[in-house]
């Protein structure tokens, strides 16, 4: 695990992902590693002088030396999403870290990884880790949105399914438009789905409290020991 540091970051590209959801591209210094799943700080500068921190899972993989990439939503009145954007391209930004435990526990075991919303972002970091590192064991991604329009690396997650037969991608909209002929749902429908019977793996959830402890109950509900389930809350 990399040591905790502080350093800063230059932006180097923005992307609009969904409505009110960008994707960041920060360059930092090459020295900065980190752990799949893992946050940074972000230092906003209040009006008074005075500083505040928010957490950000990290959506990059470790392997791009150097640059260090963020997903995330406009919080309404936010002052960390507010600050990060109304951020300029070439602007620098203040970075503590990295931070948090929510990694890779067993590196050979299967996994399923559930998101709702921008927790997608460090199962990014995971999951391009643990293919382009050959990983053989079987890896399922579910993700939840509440609209069409707010799936995030929707193409991205579809082109990995393609490319490697041990990983599959299945996303569900809880609020589709009326003539969507889509999946509708809430994540805990996906799980009632694709979870393996007998699964030996791990279980890592990533998103809003309400859906984290909902998903941990039905699937200690299904038998899964809690040491098996790791989980990021957002809130
Ligand atoms: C470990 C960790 C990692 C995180 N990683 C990410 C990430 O990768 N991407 C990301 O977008 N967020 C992430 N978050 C959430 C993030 O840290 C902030 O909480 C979020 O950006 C809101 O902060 P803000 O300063 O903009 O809004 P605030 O000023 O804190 O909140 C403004 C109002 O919005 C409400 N609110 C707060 N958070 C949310 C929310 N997430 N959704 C809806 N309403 C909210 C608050 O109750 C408040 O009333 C993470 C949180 C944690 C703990």
Redesign the pocket.
């Known amino acids: 695990m990399g040591n905790i540091t502080h350093f800063s970051g230059k932006l180097l590209a923005v992307k609009e992902l969904a409505p009110e959801v960008r994707h960041f591209v920060f360059e930092v210094p090459s020295t900065f590693t980190f752990l799949p799943g893992q946050?940074v700080f972000v230092q906003?500068p209040l009006s008074d002088g005075k500083h505040l921190k928010?957490?950000?899972?990290i959506?990059s993989s470790p392997h791009q030396q150097g640059t260090l990439e963020?997903?995330?939503?406009l919080?309404?009145?936010?002052?960390?999403?507010?600050y990060l954007f109304q951020l300029k391209r070439g602007e620098t930004v203040d970075f503590t870290g990295p931070m948090?435990r929510f990694t890779i526990h067993g590196p050979d075991k299967p996994a399923i990884f559930i998101a709702t919303g921008?927790g997608i972002?460090p199962f990014r970091s995971m999951i391009s880790t643990l293919l382009t590192s050959g990983k053989q064991q079987s890896f399922i991604l579910l993700a939840g949105y509440r609209k069409e329009d707010s799936e995030l690396y929707g193409d991205t997650f579809r082109e990995l399914a393609r490319e490697h037969r041990n990983f599959s991608y299945h996303s569900i909209i809880s609020q589709p438009h009326p003539t969507s002929a889509g999946k509708k749902g809430r994540v805990q429908l996906l799980v009632e789905k694709y979870l393996p019977p007998l699964f030996t793996g791990d279980i890592y959830l990533c998103g809003?409290r309400e859906m984290v402890d909902e998903t941990t109950k039905l699937l200690l509900s299904k038998g899964i020991d809690e040491s098996r389930i790791h989980f990021?809350?957002?809130?």
Do not use: F, H, M, W
């Open positions: 946050y906003i928010k957490p950000y899972s959506a963020l997903c995330l939503n919080v309404k009145g936010g002052q960390g999403s507010g948090g921008t972002a809003l990021e809350r957002y809130d």
